[in-house]
Nanobody
Framework: QVQLVESGGGSVQSGGSLRLSCVVS????????MGWFRRAPGKEREEVAL???????KYADSVKARFTISEDNAKNTLYLQMNSLKSEDTAMYYC???????????????????WGQGIQVTVSS
């Protein structure tokens, strides 16, 4: 059973930084996409940043140049470094994994098999 556990959220003022972490256990696939998604109040869940095992990276336009996704395979941990945070970044953030997929295949959110429980990020102006 795959489990994903997020940490690192919290409250920060506009312009500040946070780093989210997601520890993954139970994944046996050598090929996969991992990523971060978020859901703001009253909005649909959206893709924030993704990476895959073939070096692929993808960012939402709204976070490019401010957020960086990375992975530490030795620690089975996915990170999201968030800089220059804005009030519109306020949301519940989720990490997820799409086992067996690569970014070039452009999977939809439905292909992400497992999700973390989510962690709140609040940015005050």
């Amino acid at each position: 059973q795959v489990q994903l556990v997020e940490s690192g959220g919290g409250s920060v003022q506009s312009g500040g930084s946070l780093r989210l972490s997601c520890v993954v256990s139970g994944n046996a696939y050598k090929q996969y996409i991992m990523g971060w998604f978020r859901r703001a109040p009253g909005k649909e869940r959206e893709e924030v940043a993704l990476l895959d095992t073939h070096g692929g990276l993808k960012y939402a336009d709204s976070v490019k140049a401010r957020f960086t996704i990375s992975e530490d395979n030795a620690k089975n941990t996915l990170y999201l470094q968030m800089n220059s945070l804005k009030s519109e970044d306020t949301a519940m953030y989720y990490c997820a994994i799409a086992q067996g997929w690569l970014l070039r295949e452009m999977p939809t959110q439905a292909r992400f098999d497992y999700w973390g429980q989510g962690i709140q990020v609040t940015v005050s102006s």
